[in-house]
């Protein structure tokens, strides 16, 4: 295929750009379908960077801090948080596409580029996480934002530079940019991909690229270093350790055997360990090697991450059609091996069709919501009214209960279930229930009754998966607390108050808080009790 024309790529991108984040932003709001819990998580490290606390030195959790920076750069110059969530995602559309436009312009033909650019920017701006799930979520968008810079640093290295576009120090410097952008955004995506993205630069003899790029990310962490200090780190890695221990969260989703092998995987699963012997036998030796490599980081990402989508059959359909050999290249069973490795590639995209469908026109959908059922998602934060969230899902609060009442005859079903013990405070069975939806009208409550009760301005911990108070009043946070609860009792030292729910957000997470604190010695008095919550202090 003929050399592909740089300035006409690069603004075809912007076009796929402006549209894209363009149709996102063009309502002024931001207006979700679901996930307020992962709404919740967000807006406090958001609110917490915007006011110059650094990720995992003042609060806990295993993301890193590029995966929020851009947020609360707009919310530190003023704009609601709607908003700054949608100008943050086209900033970092513009961020990475100088990235992607080299990458598909040094690696690949045709209209080959112009498709990988075109993925590349959908799932940086996209109003869902994938699957074909099709509410509007903005939940989990640094998984999208890690899997677009991976894109890009395992195309240059997996693929050999096309000629007329070979520059050895603009790849290196864009594969240390992606990296880097990895470690410090969703370092399970630096883990399962370095390794391979190394051997591919090295299996090609892009020795100076290898140079560039490590002396890249070398530079980006001293600056980061520079400004937030060496034990900005060891904290870093402290979270990790936790959350990779955790009895809550570990892992998000599917087990790892089920993301390789259950029904809804195991065709994609093929697909890939068959490609790396097709690629093999094509006499395509480095390609084989590369992905083979890859294969474990597929894999471990897609196991991270909520919902188990598989966005890498994406770019696995994009590298098998870029490497198809010449054509009269037979293996052993007499296989044309280009029309092969070209089959193999179309089975990956028509996998992954739905879930890419769905992410690229999700801002389409999002202008067609209808804002009347929506409101804030924090009532009383006028400035922040820009994001909102159903109207149901807010202001119903739902619970599930066990139906096993005593004279119901049940609860000798329920023991053979397994269900366990009911949660204990102060020798007190606590009730069995969940919360299922209402989550914004259920904190507004609470902080209420607490303000109206004399509490205003204290430090609350809840014994659930969110200590949240503070969004929805006039509460301080917790120092070193947890936006997102994983283990242990980040922030419980610096409480003034416990806040034991009466039916918790997530019942594990409140019998082991209550577990720790019992563990620790420490003894808890009551001080008021709500039908929503007790309120306890440290005795």
Same mark, same amino acid.
């Given at each position: 295929m003929k050399k592909t024309n740089a300035g006409r790529l690069f603004v075809v991108l912007l076009a796929v750009l402006a549209v894209e984040a363009g149709l996102a932003m063009w309502r002024g709001q931001l207006l979700v379908g679901k996930h307020e819990g992962d709404m919740l998580h967000l807006l406090e490290i958001v609110f917490r960077m915007a006011d110059g606390e650094w990720p995992h030195l003042d609060f806990m959790t295993p993301i890193g801090f590029m995966a929020f920076a851009p947020i609360a750069l707009f919310v530190k110059l003023g704009a609601g948080v709607g908003s700054s969530i949608l100008y943050a995602q086209a900033l970092m559309g513009l961020l990475l596409l100088p990235l992607a436009w080299r990458a598909g312009l040094s690696r690949l033909t045709g209209y080959w580029p112009y498709l990988f650019g075109a993925l590349v920017i959908v799932l940086v701006t996209a109003l869902v996480h994938g699957e074909a799930e099709r509410s509007v979520s903005i939940s989990m968008h640094y998984n999208r934002w890690a899997w677009a810079a991976a894109f890009i640093a395992i195309l240059i290295a997996t693929l050999p530079p096309v000629d007329g576009h070979k520059n050895q120090t603009a790849d290196g410097i864009v594969v240390g940019l992606a990296l880097a952008f990895l470690a410090l955004c969703k370092v399970t995506y630096f883990a399962a991909f370095v390794i391979p993205v190394a051997v591919g630069l090295l299996a090609h @003899?892009?020795?100076?690229? &290898?140079?560039?790029?490590?002396?890249?990310?070398?530079? /980006?962490?001293?600056?980061? #270093?520079? &400004?937030?200090?060496?034990?900005?780190?060891?904290?870093?890695?402290?979270?990790?350790?936790?959350?990779?221990?955790?009895?809550?969260?570990?892992?998000?989703?599917?087990?790892?055997?089920?993301?390789?092998?259950?029904?809804?995987? !195991?065709? +994609?699963?093929?697909?890939?360990?068959?490609?790396? /012997? !097709?690629?093999?036998?094509? @006499? @395509?030796? #480095?390609?084989?090697?590369?992905? !083979?490599?890859? #294969?474990?980081?597929?894999?471990?990402?897609?196991?991270?991450?909520?919902?188990?989508?598989?966005?890498?059959?994406? !770019?696995?359909?994009?590298?098998?059609?870029?490497?198809?050999?010449?054509?009269?290249? #037979?293996? +052993?069973?007499?296989?044309d091996m280009r029309t092969a490795v070209g089959l193999s590639g179309a089975a990956a995209f028509a996998m992954i069709v739905p879930s890419a469908i769905n992410l690229a026109y999700s801002p389409i959908r999002h202008l067609g919501q209808d804002a009347t059922q929506h409101v804030p998602l924090l009532p009383r934060a006028t400035l922040h009214a820009d994001l909102q969230t159903g109207t149901v899902r807010a202001l119903r609060a739902d619970k599930r209960v066990p139906m096993e009442v005593p004279g119901s005859g049940l609860d000798v079903w329920a023991e053979r279930a397994e269900r366990g013990q009911a949660d204990v405070l102060n020798g007190e069975e606590l009730p069995r229930c969940e919360v299922m939806l209402g989550l914004s009208a259920l904190f507004d409550s609470m902080a209420t009754s607490l303000a109206e009760s004399g509490h205003a301005g204290e430090r609350i911990f809840i014994a659930d998966l969110f200590s949240s108070i503070w969004l929805f009043g006039d509460f301080e946070r917790l120092e070193e607390g947890a936006p997102w609860y994983y283990g242990g009792l980040p922030g419980y030292d610096t409480a003034d108050y416990i806040l034991v729910p009466q039916c918790s957000i997530h019942p594990k997470v409140r019998g082991l808080v209550l577990e720790r604190i019992a563990q620790r010695g420490d003894t808890l008095v009551e001080v008021s009790r709500t039908p929503l919550y007790i309120l306890l202090e440290k005795g």
């Open positions: @003899k892009q020795y100076r690229a &290898f140079m560039f790029a490590l002396a890249t990310g070398l530079a /980006i962490m001293a600056v980061v #270093t520079a &400004f937030a200090g060496l034990d900005f780190w060891a904290a870093y890695m402290r979270d990790l350790l936790r959350v990779s221990a955790s009895e809550v969260r570990a892992n998000p989703g599917a087990p790892f055997a089920a993301v390789i092998a259950a029904p809804a995987y !195991l065709g +994609g699963s093929i697909v890939l360990l068959f490609s790396v /012997i !097709l690629l093999r036998q094509a @006499k @395509k030796m #480095t390609e084989g090697l590369v992905l !083979l490599l890859l #294969t474990p980081g597929f894999f471990y990402v897609t196991f991270q991450n909520f919902g188990n989508d598989p966005q890498w059959l994406l !770019l696995l359909g994009i590298l098998l059609f870029a490497a198809r050999p010449e054509g009269g290249i #037979t293996n +052993g069973a007499g296989w």
